[in-house]
């Protein structure tokens, strides 16, 4: 057990996931949790505080206070970020956004998604100096990331028992994914909620999926990394639908991963000139073209969701309207899936779900992480039968018309 605890782990790792952990608390406390500095002007009486903070006897969140925890946070998170004092930093920022969350959870609602997180708050800083890159490896690291992993799967594995326990084995059959859709959805909601006995599954399945959660554990090399792949999908689901996003614990969830490879700043100053790419319309060099069937009603209203919802730099186009001869494509390639081509090449770099990640890499960081983990193979070779049964039953979708399910001809010559 103590050589599975300790198992050491590069250096470089913890000081990636401090980085971004500290950095991840600025924009928590910008964007993600804003709304708890409003805390400060709610009447006392409805503070109800948290077991902890009754326990280290915690005054109320005043105006004040609030203001301050939030000020000391936005200065010493940076700083802890640098890598500059990691214990005396680490646990400053530690203590100071465990305050934040008690103001945050003591009136009524405790988010879980912040477990994990504030536990890897609370054991980077044991590891002290760290620099990014580092492949020497470290007993100490270990410890902390495995701490930091478990904390993850208990998050899951607890989230299960708790459905049960309170909801009982009707949760699994019940409406709660209805309900959810109905106060929070989106239009990919409405889309499966159109699918039969899908939301049933899904609650099925994401019981499943929480208590078997531990089984990551038995994992190791590719394997896993295709493991949590899964497990930041099974996120993108549920901000795809309901809009909630778990954004502190997929940040949590970097334990598991080798961000000692990811050098940002390395990268960046490696990289080589940009060639001499056309510009687009708006200005930014397309990184290249996806071409869908814009016959398909089904089709293009997923087009005009990623146009509304999904920046990039790209050209999407339907192959009917391309030069198909000067894209390297071919009428049945278009037919069969959507493609993707990228700037400056002659034929089709990837298919159905592997043209999808290409396109969500050329967006905003959300979205061009979506994208990598779209690109994993094995989570590639899930999405594939996925996208199958999406393309063979387009027609049977909201906005899909019978149109959708047959191959046409072009209407003329002109018509490409």
């Not at 339907?318 to 090449?345: F, I, K, M, N, Y």
Request: aromatic share 12%.
């Amino acid at each position: 057990m103590s050589r599975w605890l300790f198992e050491a782990v590069p250096l470089g790792r913890v000081a990636a996931l401090r980085t971004v952990a500290y950095l991840f608390i600025v924009f928590d406390l910008l964007v993600y949790s804003s709304w708890v500095r409003a805390r400060g002007e709610v009447p006392a009486e409805l503070y109800q505080p948290l077991a902890v903070a009754r326990f280290l006897h915690l005054p109320p969140p005043a105006g004040l206070l609030v203001d301050l925890v939030w000020w000391a946070l936005l200065l010493l998170a940076p700083l802890a970020a640098t890598g500059r004092l990691p214990r005396l930093l680490g646990w400053a920022v530690f203590a100071l956004y465990l305050e934040w969350l008690i103001i945050a959870m003591s009136y009524g609602k405790v988010d879980h998604d912040r477990f994990a997180f504030l536990v890897a708050l609370a054991v980077l800083p044991t590891v002290g100096a760290a620099r990014h890159g580092d492949r020497c490896r470290s007993e100490a690291a270990g410890w902390a990331l495995r701490v930091v992993q478990i904390a993850v799967v208990c998050t899951y594995f607890l989230s299960a028992y708790a459905k049960i326990r309170f909801g009982g084995w009707g949760w699994l059959t019940g409406s709660v994914l209805a309900r959810a859709f109905l106060r929070r959805g989106s239009e990919f909601a409405d889309l499966l909620a159109a699918v039969p006995y899908a939301l049933i599954a899904a609650q099925i399945g994401i019981v499943v999926f929480e208590a078997a959660s531990p089984l990551v554990f038995l994992t190791r090399g590719r394997l896993r990394y295709a493991v949590i792949g899964f497990f930041y999908s099974f996120h993108l689901m549920s901000f795809a639908t309901i809009s909630i996003s778990f954004a502190p614990h997929l940040v949590a969830m970097g334990a598991f991963l080798p961000l000692e490879r990811v050098r940002p700043l390395l990268w960046a100053r490696r990289a080589p000139a940009p060639d001499n790419v056309p510009m687009s319309g708006d200005g930014q060099r397309p990184r290249g073209t996806f071409v869908y069937d814009g016959d398909c009603a089904f089709c293009t209203m997923c087009v005009r969701f990623i146009e509304r919802r999904v920046p990039h730099r790209a050209e999407v186009v339907p192959w009917q309207w391309s030069d198909l001869g000067v894209l390297g494509l071919t009428r049945e390639q278009a037919l069969a899936a959507v493609q993707w081509v990228p700037a400056g090449a002659v034929g089709s770099a990837g298919a159905g779900p592997v043209a999808i990640a290409a396109l969500l890499r050329t967006s905003n960081p959300f979205w061009r992480a979506v994208g990598a983990v779209l690109a994993l193979p094995p989570v590639t070779a899930l999405a594939w039968p996925v996208y199958r049964w999406i393309a063979d039953n387009r027609h049977r979708l909201p906005g899909g018309t019978a149109a959708c399910a047959v191959p046409r001809e072009p209407a003329g010559p002109d018509h490409r």
